[in-house]
C-alpha cells in the first residue's frame, strides 16, 4: 500500500468496494425464502382474510412487541406511516406543535405535518441526538409531543426525556427506525416512550424493501393505531372497542402490512440479535484502532452497551475538510458519506419554507406564520453536522473489511487533517 492518496492516483487501501449498507438484506437466506413460499403457496397474501391466511403480520406483531418489551405492536407499510399511525394514535391535530430533533431524516418532520401538526426543532448534543434540555426551553401551551430519534444506532438518553416530556405534559414518540436494536440502560428503544415507530426500509437494520412497526404499552393509543391504520376498523376487537358511534370511532386510512412483507419481517427479527452481535464487534474494533488518531473523533454514544452498531459518525475538527475527506476515502474503496450532508432537517427546501401538498399550505396556514424555520435555528446541530463523516457497518463485513477501514481512515487523516 502506497501513502500516495487514490484520488491522487496512488494504490486505493481496497481493491474493492466494501460491502454495500443494507445490514438486514445482507443476511436474506433460505429462511425469508421459505416463509415467502409459504403465502404464495396458500395463495393468502392479505393479512385478514383468503382461502388459507398463514397469519404472518400477527406472529410478526406479536414476537415483535415481546422482544421490545412493549404490550403491543402493530404493523404497519413503512416507518413514515408509523409516525403517522402514532400521532395520530396520541391525538395530534391541527396546529399542535410536536418537538423534533434537528438532526433526523425528513421523515421525523414530515410525518408531524401530514398528520396536521407543526414541527418545532430542538437542538442536539455531542451525541448528536436530542439534547433533552431543548424540551423545557421549547415547550408552550400548543406543544403536545416530543419525537425523540436514536440516530444510526445511537440509543436517545430516554430517562432525562421521559422526565422533561413529563414535566412539561409531553406525550413522548420513540422513531426507532435507524435503530432497531439498540437499547438504554438495558431496555430497547421504543419500549420507553408513549409509542415507538421502526421501520423496515431497506437501509434499515431490519428490512422487508418497506415496511414498519409500531410500539405501545397503553390499550387506548394502540386501538386508536389500529383504527386509523384500517379504514377506523378494529378487526380482531377482542377485549377492545367496538365499531359502535358511542366507542369513539373515526375515519382511518390505508397503511396495512401485507403477509408477504409480514412473512419476511417475521424471520428477520429472528435474526436481529445476531445482526447486531456482529455489527458490535466491528464498531469496537474500529473505535478502538483509530483511537488517538490525530483529528479523528466520534459523537458520544449515550449507552455504549446498547448502541446497534449500523454505523460510525467521526467528527473532524474543520467542516472545510469535509469533501475532500470524503471524496479520498471512497476512492480507496472505503465507502463513506457526510450525513444529510451536513444540514439540519429544517434546511431542507419544503419544509424550510413550509410548502405542503395543500394549496393553502395547511396545516402551517393554521397557526398564521407563528413558527418558522431559518438558519441559525439550531446552533449546535449547525456545528456538529457540517463536520461529520459517517460510514455503514452489515453482519457481511468480514474483521479484514474492518481493519481495511482502520487503514484507510488513517491514511486519509495522515494526507489531509
Ligand atoms: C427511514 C426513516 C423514517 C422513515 O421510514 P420509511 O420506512 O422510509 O418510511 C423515519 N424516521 C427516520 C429517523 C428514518 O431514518
Given at each position: 500500500?502506497?501513502?500516495?492518496?487514490?484520488?491522487?492516483?496512488?494504490?486505493?487501501?481496497?481493491?474493492?468496494?466494501?460491502?454495500?449498507?443494507?445490514a438486514?438484506?445482507?443476511?436474506?437466506?433460505?429462511?425469508?425464502?421459505?416463509?415467502?413460499?409459504?403465502?404464495?403457496?396458500?395463495?393468502?397474501?392479505?393479512?385478514?382474510?383468503?382461502?388459507?391466511?398463514?397469519?404472518?403480520?400477527?406472529?410478526?406483531?406479536?414476537?415483535?412487541?415481546?422482544?421490545?418489551?412493549?404490550?403491543?405492536?402493530?404493523?404497519?407499510?413503512?416507518?413514515?406511516?408509523?409516525?403517522?399511525?402514532?400521532?395520530?394514535?396520541?391525538?395530534i391535530?391541527?396546529?399542535d406543535?410536536?418537538?423534533?430533533?434537528?438532526?433526523?431524516?425528513?421523515?421525523s418532520?414530515?410525518?408531524?405535518?401530514?398528520?396536521?401538526?407543526?414541527?418545532?426543532?430542538?437542538?442536539?448534543?455531542?451525541?448528536?441526538?436530542?439534547?433533552?434540555?431543548?424540551?423545557?426551553?421549547l415547550?408552550?401551551?400548543?406543544?403536545?409531543?416530543?419525537?425523540?430519534?436514536?440516530?444510526?444506532?445511537?440509543?436517545?438518553?430516554?430517562?432525562?426525556?421521559?422526565?422533561?416530556?413529563?414535566?412539561?405534559?409531553?406525550?413522548?414518540?420513540?422513531?426507532?427506525?435507524?435503530?432497531?436494536?439498540?437499547?438504554?440502560?438495558?431496555?430497547?428503544?421504543?419500549?420507553?416512550?408513549?409509542?415507538?415507530?421502526f421501520?423496515?426500509?431497506?437501509?434499515?437494520?431490519?428490512?422487508?424493501?418497506?415496511?414498519?412497526?409500531?410500539?405501545?404499552?397503553?390499550?387506548?393509543?394502540?386501538?386508536?393505531?389500529?383504527?386509523?391504520?384500517?379504514?377506523?376498523?378494529?378487526?380482531?376487537?377482542?377485549?377492545?372497542?367496538?365499531?359502535?358511534?358511542?366507542?369513539?370511532?373515526?375515519?382511518?386510512?390505508?397503511?396495512?402490512?401485507?403477509?408477504?412483507?409480514?412473512?419476511?419481517?417475521?424471520?428477520q427479527?429472528?435474526?436481529?440479535?445476531s445482526?447486531?452481535?456482529?455489527?458490535?464487534?466491528?464498531?469496537?474494533?474500529?473505535?478502538?484502532?483509530?483511537q488517538?488518531?490525530?483529528?479523528?473523533?466520534?459523537?458520544?454514544?449515550?449507552?455504549?452497551?446498547?448502541?446497534?452498531?449500523?454505523?460510525?459518525?467521526?467528527?473532524?475538527?474543520?467542516?472545510?475538510k469535509?469533501?475532500?475527506?470524503?471524496?479520498?476515502?471512497?476512492?480507496?474503496?472505503?465507502?463513506?458519506?457526510?450525513?444529510?450532508?451536513?444540514?439540519?432537517?429544517?434546511?431542507?427546501?419544503?419544509?424550510?419554507?413550509?410548502?405542503?401538498?395543500?394549496?393553502?399550505?395547511?396545516?402551517?396556514?393554521?397557526?398564521?406564520?407563528?413558527?418558522?424555520?431559518?438558519r441559525?435555528?439550531?446552533?449546535?446541530?449547525?456545528?456538529?453536522?457540517?463536520?461529520?463523516?459517517?460510514?455503514?457497518?452489515?453482519?457481511?463485513?468480514?474483521?479484514?473489511?474492518?481493519?481495511d477501514?482502520?487503514?484507510?481512515?488513517k491514511?486519509?487523516?495522515?494526507?489531509?487533517?
Amino acid at each position: 500500500m502506497s501513502e500516495k492518496l487514490a484520488i491522487h492516483g496512488g494504490d486505493p487501501v481496497r481493491k474493492v468496494p466494501v460491502p454495500p449498507p443494507y445490514a438486514g438484506a445482507s443476511v436474506y437466506g433460505e429462511e425469508e425464502k421459505k416463509a415467502v413460499l409459504e403465502v404464495l403457496d396458500r395463495k393468502s397474501p392479505y393479512r385478514y382474510y383468503g382461502p388459507d391466511v398463514v397469519g404472518t403480520v400477527k406472529s410478526f406483531e406479536q414476537a415483535f412487541a415481546a422482544k421490545i418489551g412493549t404490550k403491543h405492536a402493530l404493523a404497519v407499510s413503512s416507518g413514515t406511516a408509523s409516525l403517522v399511525v402514532a400521532l395520530k394514535a396520541i391525538g395530534i391535530a391541527t396546529g399542535d406543535k410536536v418537538i423534533v430533533p434537528a438532526n433526523t431524516f425528513i421523515a421525523s418532520a414530515n410525518a408531524v405535518v401530514m398528520a396536521g401538526g407543526i414541527p418545532v426543532f430542538a437542538d442536539v448534543d455531542d451525541s448528536l441526538n436530542l439534547d433533552p434540555s431543548e424540551i423545557g426551553r421549547l415547550a408552550d401551551a400548543s406543544t403536545k409531543a416530543v419525537i425523540a430519534v436514536p440516530i444510526l444506532g445511537n440509543p436517545c438518553e430516554m430517562d432525562r426525556i421521559m422526565e422533561e416530556a413529563r414535566k412539561h405534559n409531553l406525550l413522548v414518540i420513540e422513531d426507532v427506525a435507524q435503530s432497531c436494536g439498540s437499547q438504554y440502560k438495558g431496555r430497547y428503544s421504543g419500549s420507553y416512550g408513549d409509542v415507538g415507530c421502526f421501520s423496515l426500509q431497506m437501509n434499515k437494520i431490519l428490512t422487508t424493501g418497506d415496511g414498519g412497526a409500531v410500539t405501545f404499552n397503553d390499550d387506548k393509543f394502540y386501538e386508536r393505531g389500529v383504527r386509523y391504520h384500517d379504514q377506523g376498523m378494529f378487526r380482531e376487537r377482542d377485549g377492545f372497542l367496538s365499531m359502535k358511534e358511542e366507542d369513539e370511532v373515526f375515519i382511518g386510512q390505508n397503511f396495512r402490512m401485507s403477509e408477504i412483507t409480514g412473512a419476511i419481517a417475521g424471520v428477520q427479527l429472528q435474526k436481529l440479535d445476531s445482526i447486531v452481535d456482529s455489527m458490535r464487534k466491528l464498531k469496537k474494533y474500529i473505535k478502538r484502532e483509530l483511537q488517538g488518531v490525530e483529528g479523528i473523533s466520534f459523537r458520544r454514544i449515550n449507552d455504549e452497551e446498547g448502541d446497534a452498531s449500523n454505523n460510525v459518525i467521526m467528527l473532524l475538527p474543520d467542516k472545510s475538510k469535509i469533501k475532500e475527506f470524503v471524496t479520498a476515502l471512497n476512492a480507496e474503496n472505503i465507502s463513506c458519506f457526510s450525513l444529510y450532508d451536513g444540514n439540519p432537517v429544517y434546511m431542507n427546501t419544503p419544509l424550510l419554507h413550509q410548502r405542503t401538498v395543500d394549496r393553502d399550505g395547511y396545516p402551517f396556514s393554521a397557526i398564521g406564520g407563528a413558527v418558522k424555520y431559518s438558519r441559525g435555528l439550531c446552533p449546535k446541530a449547525e456545528e456538529y453536522l457540517p463536520r461529520n463523516v459517517s460510514f455503514y457497518l452489515t453482519p457481511e463485513f468480514t474483521m479484514e473489511d474492518a481493519a481495511d477501514i482502520v487503514a484507510g481512515i488513517k491514511k486519509v487523516a495522515r494526507a489531509l487533517l
